[in-house]
């Protein structure tokens, strides 16, 4: 079964301190895009960054970086200098190259930022 | 650019009524189409998929059902509503191919009453 597990269901993290969200799944197959989407409360989900699965090189976006462990399945968020405007729910999230851009989501984790 | 519309917004529905919602995708042809659901507090499941015109993908057998009867237009519909549909839906797009970014509508709140 593919799956994807978020283990911190509610996080918090002063102003513009460093916070780490992880995540880890479970895929068999070898080709595949990693994804961290942001979904705050007016609930629309953006996009916060993408990794391809066969660059070793972790991907980053601002302040946005991820820690990619292809071998450990593992792929963790760091959100550095924290803003308010990113409280939010997290979500990870994984799609299977050729089979059709399913996602396969985590159970989020909730991140407040206090200021 | 490429948007993605969703309607409604909010809709709240008794038991045994029907449910349609709609979702279109403009500045783009022949997109990959989703429709997610959301339970509270949650993440997403994906309900249906279309790569095509008329091509439905189910991934989980429910009370609800899917249709693309236009190349950028996607509906969810149910004949009869249960308690247990309440949730939030949201439709997605990406491009065919090895294209990977998903872009999500609004969202639908449907609450069955």
């Known amino acids: 079964a593919q799956t994807v597990t978020q283990s911190q269901p509610e996080m918090s993290v002063q102003e513009a301190e460093t916070v780490t969200l992880s995540c880890t799944y479970d895929t068999s197959e070898n080709n595949y895009y990693l994804f961290w989407y942001k979904q705050p409360p007016s609930r629309q989900m953006i996009l916060v960054i993408r990794q391809e699965a066969y660059k070793q090189q972790n991907a980053t976006e601002n302040r946005f970086s991820v820690n990619f462990q292809k071998a450990a399945k593992s792929f963790s968020l760091k959100i550095s200098d924290s803003q308010l405007g990113d409280t939010a729910m997290y979500f990870c999230a994984f799609m299977i190259y050729n089979q059709g851009g399913k996602l396969i989501f985590g159970q989020g984790t909730e991140l407040s930022v206090k200021p | 650019s490429q948007t993605i519309h969703q309607w409604p917004a909010t809709l709240v529905q008794p038991v045994g009524s029907p449910l349609s919602l709609e979702c279109t995708v403009e500045?783009?042809?022949?997109?990959?189409l989703y429709w997610y659901r959301q339970a509270a507090g949650r993440g997403l499941q994906l309900l249906f998929y279309s790569v095509g015109i008329g091509q439905i993908s189910s991934e989980v057998p429910q009370n609800l059902s899917a249709s693309r009867p236009q190349d950028r237009q996607f509906i969810l519909s149910s004949k009869k509503l249960l308690l247990s549909d309440s949730g939030f839906y949201l439709c997605?797009?990406?491009?065919?191919?090895?294209?990977?970014?998903?872009?999500f509508g609004q969202g639908t709140r449907l609450t069955v009453v």
């Open positions: 500045g783009t042809s022949n997109p990959n």
């Open positions: 997605a797009w990406k491009r065919g191919g090895a294209v990977a970014e998903a872009f």
